[in-house]
């Protein structure tokens, strides 16, 4: 019902820009429905982990003009039936954690999603690969550099895109920013504050277990600080220092952080200065100052609206659902080699986690590390 009503929407937001079709005079509906998206190839896309954000970027699906939700991989046979249903899913269409190889058979889809615990990222990524699909991955795009590196390779080597779920490279009051810092408007951009963090509920959840999670806060939530840091600052950082506070051993056991101050040097002179954690809320604030002014975003990267300032006033760029806007720009970039303003590929997610190793080992190290990016 939904997908039919999107459908039609599709269909009369765009049956103006229909082109005359010759010897089509009466259309099948696949071939119809082809046509009706007007702005380019369609990407067939499947989910992969119909959890909590899998569900919520199956319903932005519905409203993409260039992405459609065909497909969906699952270890639960009811929540693919449920699916089945409700995003009118082929069968034929639907795998679960054993078989998805076999989709490389398969010719109705064109990327897998990959919306799983963060230490199940990598080989299902390289599996997805090895299945000559395009594999669009949830961040962090692993639990360490190597094993990001790894699956940047095996992409590389099956020629398929890999692209991380970073959203906010396309919200914008963010873009905003991005453009006000090019454009100097900013001045030089000394400093960057970023808070990331939010209470954590249920101690048994994946997020709280090292083997499936690859850390705490930092992997899960203080990635978006350290994303942030690099495209508010524009640069990649040489160097970080960290130190970690932990209040309940019980609930945040050994190898999973509760709380993580970090600091990031960037080439410039610039200096990042960031907090993750699992233990306290309304921690979601981005503040960027430079000579001639500042930005401020707050909160920065919540599904939104994101809301902000500049030392120029309120920013008022639209709320778009940002998981819409990421698989319409993703088909872009796949099937024409857009170039975001922000990177969304392999190598972007591999950034994060070589900063996420640095972070770590100083922690460990209680010394400034190096970061070769
Ligand atoms: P979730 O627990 O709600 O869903 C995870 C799904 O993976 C479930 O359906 C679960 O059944 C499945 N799964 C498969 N194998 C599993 C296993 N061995 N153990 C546990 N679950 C298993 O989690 P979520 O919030 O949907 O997060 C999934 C991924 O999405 C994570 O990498 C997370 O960081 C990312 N995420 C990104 C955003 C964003 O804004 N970009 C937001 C939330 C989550």
């Given at each position: 019902m939904t997908s039919r009503r999107n459908f039609l929407q599709k269909i009369s937001a765009t049956a103006f820009a229909l082109?005359?079709?010759?010897?089509?005079?009466?259309?099948?509906?696949?071939?119809?429905?082809?046509?009706?998206?007007?702005?380019?190839?369609?990407?067939?896309v499947a989910i992969m982990g119909l959890g909590s954000y899998g569900t919520r970027v199956a319903e932005a699906l519905q409203a993409c003009k260039r992405a459609k939700l065909v497909g969906a991989i699952s270890g639960t046979p009811s929540k693919l039936k449920d699916w089945q249903t409700k995003y009118n899913i082929p069968a034929k269409n639907c795998y679960n954690y054993e078989n998805f190889d076999q989709i490389k058979n398969n010719r109705d889809i064109d990327a897998v999603y990959v919306i799983t615990p963060n230490a199940l990222h990598r080989d299902q990524v390289i599996r997805v690969a090895k299945a000559g699909k395009h594999a669009i991955c949830e961040k962090p795009m692993a639990i360490n550099a190597k094993?990001?590196?790894?699956?940047?390779?095996?992409c590389r080597q099956a020629n398929v895109k890999l692209l991380v779920g970073y959203r906010l490279h396309f919200e914008p009051n963010t873009l905003e920013i991005i453009?006000?810092?090019?454009?100097?408007?900013?001045?030089?951009?000394?400093?960057?504050?970023?808070?990331s963090g939010f209470r954590i509920g249920d101690p048994n959840q994946w997020r709280l277990k090292k083997e499936l999670a690859g850390g705490g806060s930092m992997m899960d939530i203080g990635i978006y600080s350290i994303n942030g840091a690099r495209y508010m600052i524009g640069e990649e950082p040489t160097w970080v220092t960290a130190q970690e506070t932990k209040t309940d051993p019980v609930k945040f056991k050994e190898g999973v952080d509760e709380t993580i101050q970090f600091q990031l040097g960037f080439p410039s002179g610039a200096v990042a200065s960031c907090l993750s954690t699992y233990s306290m809320n309304n921690l979601d604030r981005f503040f960027l100052n430079g000579d001639k002014?500042?930005?401020?975003?707050?909160?920065a990267t919540g599904y939104g609206p994101i809301k902000g300032r500049t030392h120029k006033g309120e920013l008022t760029g639209p709320h778009t659902t940002h998981q819409t806007v990421q698989?319409?720009?993703?088909?872009?970039?796949?099937?024409?080699?857009?170039?975001?303003?922000?990177?969304?590929d392999g190598l972007?997610?591999?950034?994060?986690?070589?900063?996420?190793?640095?972070?770590?080992?100083?922690?460990?190290?209680?010394?400034k590390v190096d970061v070769k990016i």
């Open positions: 082109p005359f079709l010759p010897g089509t005079g009466s259309l099948t509906l696949p071939d119809f429905e082809e046509q009706a998206y007007q702005q380019g190839k369609v990407l067939r094993e990001g590196q790894e699956m940047v390779d095996a453009r006000m810092r090019k454009a100097g408007e900013l001045g030089k951009v000394l400093f960057f504050q970023g808070l002014g500042y930005a401020e975003l707050f909160p698989m319409d720009e993703m088909a872009a970039i796949i099937f024409d080699n857009k170039q975001p303003v922000v990177p969304v972007e997610g591999l950034k994060d986690l070589k900063i996420i190793d640095a972070i770590f080992q100083a922690v460990k190290t209680g010394r």
